[in-house]
């Protein structure tokens, strides 16, 4: 896979503007100096991931609709959850692309899930397949990055009660975690190669299972950064214990960043996070990608976006 860092990254680039990094320019706000001259200064994007408006229930919620409450209340772009996708016919793609650029808005990334924690190496080659599948899918739709999990053992049981030990899971029985890193790595390595011909970049998130700790996210990502397609997404409401020490340390490998709030309580737990804070962070470190909210309350979304925003807005403009 690995050939010299810089024809990859050239090639690797290349291809990834076909693939939709276009999208990913940033736009611009008009401030004023201190001596009253109009000058143009970077700010982040916000987007909003569809989950925001879904959370698993029963029936989904239109992605299409989501795109229009988008433009309307003047995102950037919109994240879309594959698990949330009416289907996945070209039609459909392209209606959600269509929509999209004619409102103005990118489509940043494609949140997928995936899980490479099994001693079944049958059951590791499907996910495998599942996510050239969606890389396949996120060229489509001209999403230039499609996020990932690890995976877990599922030795807690429910998410519900995987939230209740903090993400912290016991290995099956004649396995280790040491066991799990490799499937991961290996099998990250092999939908890389995939992601680099196609432009995709995959950002692998800190969600649970194997990435629960700061520790178990970087030995996967320090292990693939080679690739040119190998991303971090960062999200604000995975941590165990305080975030903002954990968020420090990854803050300067982040391609992306998922911001959760909580409006009407969380649907699995609740956090205060400090925005104005976390914007600091990332300042730090010249972070200048998308921010993508997934507002995770049990509040209706038509009022609990629009709160969210301002927030983002507040700390990131």
């Given at each position: 896979m690995i050939k010299s860092m810089h024809e990859h990254r050239r090639s690797f680039l290349k291809k990834a503007s076909m693939a939709g990094l276009g999208a990913l320019i940033s736009p611009y706000n008009q401030v004023e100096s201190t001596i009253g001259e109009s000058t143009n200064v970077k700010r982040n994007p916000i987007s909003v991931s569809t989950y925001s408006y879904w959370h698993f229930k029963?029936?989904?919620?239109?992605?299409e609709q989501v795109i229009e409450q988008a433009a309307t209340l003047g995102f950037d772009g919109v994240e879309i959850l594959h698990r949330q996708m009416e289907n996945e016919t070209t039609g459909y793609m392209n209606k959600l692309k269509r929509l999209a650029f004619e409102s103005g808005l990118a489509l940043p990334m494609l949140s997928i899930h995936q899980d490479f924690v099994s001693p079944d190496k049958e059951d590791r080659k499907k996910n495998i397949a599942h996510t050239k599948h969606c890389i396949d899918l996120a060229v489509q739709m001209g999403i230039p990055c499609v996020r990932l999990n690890s995976g877990r053992w599922n030795t807690a049981g429910t998410f519900d009660e995987l939230?209740?030990?903090k993400g912290k899971e016991t290995p099956l029985a004649g396995y280790t975690d040491d066991d799990a890193f490799k499937w991961v790595i290996d099998a990250t390595g092999e939908?890389?190669?995939?992601a680099e011909q196609e432009g995709v970049i995959l950002a692998i998130e800190n969600h649970w299972g194997l990435t629960t700790q700061v520790e178990g996210l970087l030995r996967i990502y320090e292990a693939l950064k080679s690739s040119p397609a190998m991303g971090l997404n960062l999200d604000t409401g995975n941590f165990a214990g305080d975030p903002y020490s954990q968020f420090e340390q990854l803050a300067p490998y982040a391609t992306i960043v998922q911001a959760k709030t909580y409006y009407g309580?969380?649907?699995?737990?609740?956090?205060?996070?400090?925005?104005?804070?976390?914007?600091?962070?990332?300042?730090?470190?010249?972070f200048k990608g998308y921010i993508s909210l997934e507002m995770e309350g049990k509040e209706d979304p038509l009022t609990a976006v629009p709160k969210s925003l301002a927030v983002l807005r507040k700390a990131f403009y």
């Open positions: 029963k029936e989904k919620f239109p992605i939230m209740a030990v939908c890389l190669i995939k309580g969380g649907e699995w737990y609740t956090l205060d996070l400090d925005y104005q804070r976390i914007a600091g962070i990332l300042r730090k470190v010249n």
